[in-house]
Every structure is written in C-alpha cells, then in structure tokens.
C-alpha cells in the first residue's frame, strides 16, 4: 500500500539522537511519500537538507506564526531569505507553514497577518501551494485567504476540527489534513468533519514528533503511526484500508506535483 504522511517535522530536535535510523525504517515499512515542514528559516534549510538526503522526502518551506520575528524590518529580511531558500531544492513542494496562531499569540497580530499575505504572495510568485497552520484564528484566517487567494490552493495542517472553518476551507478549494487528534476518545465531533471532507480533498499526517494518535498518544510521534489515522478515515467513510490509502496517495501527488510512483 501506498502510505504517505503530508506534513512531519523531522528537522525537529527531537529526532537528532536517531533521525537516520527512523528515517530508514520508514522506508523498510513502506512510507512511500513523506514531507518534512519548515516554520523558520533555519528549520526550512534543515527540511531541504534531509529531503535532499532521502529519495522519498520532500519538503516545505515558510515561517510559522508562531517563529516570526517581533519587528516588521526583521520580518522582512526574513521574508527576503526564504526566497533565496525557495531556488535551492527541487524538491520544494509548498510554502508553509504559514498562517495565524492567536493561541500562542495574542499581542503581534497584525505582523502574523503581514507574515500570512506576504508569503501566500511568495507561494503565488512561485507557483506552490501553502500549508496552512490556524489556531484560534479561523474568522481572520478565513478573510486573508479570500482576499489574497493562492492560485495553487494548499492544505490546513492538522486541520482543527471545526464545521465552520472546513465549510469555508473547502468552498475555496483547499485540502483537509487529519492528524492524530481525530482518533482520541475525546475528539467528539471527528468523526461528522471526516464526513464533511470529499474523498479528493483528504490528506493525512502525523506532525511528528508531536501528537501521536491512539494507541500510541503521549508518545513521541514518527510516519509509521500514519496506519492509525488512515484506519480512522476509513471507518468513518466506510471504506477499505487500501481504498482509502490509495485516495490519499493520489491527493498528495494531485496538490503537490509529486511524481507518481508506477
């Protein structure tokens, strides 16, 4: 089958003890897709060099809400920078993540929003989608968007499981990423947000190192807990394990302009 996890970390710090060996136990398991995501500059150079190590990995680059620098000159020089990053991998899939983040963050909104737009405008002078990341920020996340709509879509990461954020998400034409929240036994209202997302706007992932679903939460999180989400999917859908990969499979390769495998 063909397993696929669309947004990990594995330029976190909490794989330097073992990341090679993770890494080929991925590939020994069968993770045949896996994209490592960049929320700072430093983390985005990290992502571009492991995917540039393993056939099998690509990468993302961006500047997260919760990684922007406190003053607007400052953002802007590292606005400049990630540009510079965008030229160097051919294995550059996106620009995220990228959005709003007032969980975190409730003092530096507007230069989160100035974050937001400029590099929805990079992903557009680019060509790229964007990953989205969106807490507690679903109105103004929702506004940005319509007002400066990236022409090659995106996806929301570890998609918050809210009915009025996916409604909007998915009238303008973005993907809907699962994470390991859907499958914890608090999660109350995961399974009526599966329902909501068509079968060709369904992405999964693990954010690993963070949020391993059931029966592995509180764990430090890798690819191969992908099975766990994709299991809950296609019992919500009613649908086969293979079928569901599959679907999946093909979302990933459709938004991202990954080269299929035969």
Same mark, same amino acid.
């Given at each position: 089958?063909?397993? $696929?996890?669309?947004?990990?970390?594995?330029?976190?710090?909490?794989?330097?003890? &073992?990341?090679? =060996? $993770?890494?080929?136990?991925? %590939?020994?398991?069968? *993770?045949?897709?896996?994209?490592?995501?960049?929320?700072?500059? @430093?983390?985005?150079?990290?992502?571009?060099?492991?995917?540039?190590?393993?056939? !099998?990995?690509?990468?993302?680059?961006? *500047?997260?809400?919760?990684?922007?620098?406190? @003053?607007?000159? #400052?953002?802007?020089?590292?606005?400049? @920078?990630?540009?510079?990053?965008?030229?160097?991998?051919? %294995?550059?899939?996106?620009?995220?993540? /990228?959005?709003? &983040?007032?969980?975190?963050?409730?003092?530096?909104?507007?230069?989160?929003?100035?974050?937001?737009?400029? @590099? /929805?405008?990079?992903?557009?002078?680019?060509?790229?989608?964007?990953?989205?990341?969106?807490?507690?920020?679903?109105?103004?996340?929702?506004? $940005?968007?319509?007002?400066?709509?990236?022409?090659?879509?995106?996806? !929301?990461?570890?998609?918050?499981?809210?009915?009025?954020?996916?409604? #909007?998400?998915?009238?303008?034409?973005?993907?809907?990423?699962?994470?390991?929240?859907?499958?914890?036994?608090?999660?109350?209202?995961?399974?009526?947000? /599966?329902?909501?997302?068509?079968?060709?706007?369904?992405?999964? =992932?693990? &954010?690993?190192?963070?949020?391993?679903?059931?029966?592995?939460?509180?764990?430090?999180? &890798?690819?191969?807990? +992908?099975?766990?989400?994709? #299991? %809950?999917?296609?019992?919500?859908?009613? %649908?086969?394990?293979?079928?569901?990969? #599959?679907? /999946?499979?093909?979302?990933?390769?459709?938004?991202?302009? +990954? =080269?299929?495998?035969?």
């Amino acid at each position: 089958m063909k397993w $696929i996890d669309s947004h990990a970390h594995y330029n976190d710090e909490k794989f330097n003890e &073992d990341r090679e =060996e $993770i890494l080929r136990l991925l %590939k020994e398991e069968g *993770i045949k897709k896996v994209i490592t995501a960049g929320y700072s500059l @430093q983390s985005s150079k990290e992502a571009i060099k492991i995917s540039d190590q393993y056939p !099998f990995i690509y990468n993302t680059i961006g *500047i997260s809400p919760n990684d922007i620098p406190e @003053q607007k000159e #400052e953002l802007k020089e590292e606005l400049e @920078q990630l540009k510079k990053l965008a030229s160097l991998s051919e %294995k550059t899939v996106a620009i995220g993540e /990228i959005g709003l &983040d007032y969980h975190w963050n409730t003092e530096n909104k507007e230069i989160q929003q100035m974050a937001f737009k400029e @590099q /929805i405008k990079l992903a557009n002078d680019l060509k790229l989608p964007i990953v989205i990341h969106t807490r507690e920020a679903v109105m103004d996340t929702i506004q $940005i968007l319509k007002e400066n709509l990236p022409n090659e879509k995106g996806v !929301f990461h570890c998609c918050p499981l809210n009915r009025e954020l996916v409604k #909007e998400a998915l009238k303008l034409g973005f993907y809907i990423s699962f994470a390991g929240p859907v499958t914890f036994k608090n999660s109350k209202n995961a399974n009526e947000i /599966i329902e909501m997302v068509p079968d060709d706007k369904i992405l999964v =992932e693990t &954010d690993s190192p963070y949020l391993s679903p059931e029966p592995n939460r509180g764990k430090r999180n &890798d690819s191969r807990n +992908i099975r766990h989400i994709v #299991e %809950k999917i296609a019992q919500v859908k009613q %649908k086969g394990i293979e079928e569901v990969t #599959e679907m /999946i499979y093909q979302n990933l390769i459709r938004l991202f302009k +990954i =080269e299929n495998e035969k």
